[in-house]
C-alpha cells in the first residue's frame, strides 16, 4: 500500500528565509506524488507533481521537490518565503484507481 | 483550467435532518469524482469515489446509508448526509479528475450539525 508521512506538522521561518518542508513515502513501486497548498478558507491548489519523469521538479510560486529514491522521500523546498506562503501543506500520493491519500499535512507559517 | 464548483460553501441544519452538497464540473466531463471530509486542523479522508453511472465506492468504515453519493451525469456530483448529527459536522471537499494525474478540488462545505 501507498502511504506518505509528513514529519512536521508545523513550521516557521522567517520572511526571505528558505522553506522546507519533509515528506517520506512508502510504496512497492514507483511512486506518483503530489504537493498541494490550502489556504484558509479557499480550495486546494497543485503546487507540483512527480509521475516518473525528472527527479527534480518544479512548481509554481518557485516551489521545487527532489524525488529521492534512496531516501523515499519527496520534500518540498522554496528558496526564500514569502508571506503569502502561510498555508497547510499535503503530501499526496496516488494509491490507484485514480485515489490519493493525503499526508497529515505541514502548517507553514512565515514570520515577517 | 478545469473548475469545480461547490455549494453551498456553508450550512446549517438541525439534529435529524438531510442536506445535500453539490459539486458541479464547469468546463469538462468528470467521470470520476471523490468526496473528502476533513476535520479542524487534520488531513482529508477520502470517503468515497463516484463513476458516473455507477454507485459510489465507499472507504472502510464510511456508512453508505449515511452518506448517499449520486453521480448521475458527467457535470453532477452530490453528497447527501442524511439524518445527520453533530459528529457529523465537518468540512467536506468534491474533487475530480481531469486525467493524467490530474485532480480539481472544489472550494469545500462547512457542515454545522446543531
Known amino acids: 500500500a501507498q502511504s506518505v508521512t509528513q514529519l512536521d506538522s508545523h513550521v516557521s521561518v522567517s520572511e526571505g528565509t528558505p522553506v522546507l518542508l519533509r515528506c517520506n513515502y512508502s510504496s512497492s513501486y514507483s511512486p506518483s506524488l503530489f504537493w498541494y497548498v490550502q489556504h484558509p478558507n479557499k480550495g486546494l491548489q497543485l503546487l507540483l507533481k512527480?509521475?516518473?519523469?525528472?527527479?527534480l521538479v518544479k512548481g509554481i510560486n518557485g516551489f521545487e521537490a527532489e524525488f529521492k529514491k534512496s531516501e523515499t522521500s519527496f520534500h518540498l523546498t522554496k528558496p526564500s518565503a514569502h508571506m503569502s506562503d502561510a498555508a497547510e501543506y499535503f503530501c499526496?500520493?496516488?494509491?490507484?484507481?485514480?485515489?490519493?491519500?493525503f499526508g497529515s499535512g505541514t502548517r507553514l507559517q512565515v514570520q515577517p | 483550467g478545469a473548475v469545480v464548483s461547490q455549494h453551498p460553501s456553508r450550512v446549517i441544519c438541525k439534529s435529524g435532518t438531510s442536506v445535500k452538497i453539490e459539486c458541479r464540473s464547469l468546463?469538462?466531463?468528470?467521470?470520476?469524482m471523490f468526496w473528502y471530509r476533513q476535520f479542524p486542523k487534520q488531513s482529508l479522508m477520502l470517503m468515497a469515489t463516484s463513476n458516473e453511472g455507477s454507485k459510489a465506492t465507499y472507504e472502510q468504515g464510511v456508512e453508505k446509508d449515511k452518506f448517499l453519493i449520486n453521480h448521475a451525469s458527467l457535470t453532477l456530483s452530490t453528497l447527501t448526509v442524511t439524518s445527520a448529527h453533530p459528529e457529523d459536522s465537518s468540512f467536506y471537499i468534491c474533487?475530480?479528475?481531469?486525467?493524467?494525474?490530474?485532480?480539481?478540488f472544489g472550494s469545500g462545505t462547512r457542515l454545522t450539525v446543531v
Open positions: 499526496v500520493v496516488y494509491t490507484g484507481r485514480r485515489a490519493l491519500t
Open positions: 512527480y509521475t516518473s519523469a525528472a527527479t
Open positions: 474533487s475530480a479528475y481531469t486525467g493524467d494525474y490530474g485532480y480539481t
Open positions: 468546463d469538462f466531463q468528470a467521470t470520476t
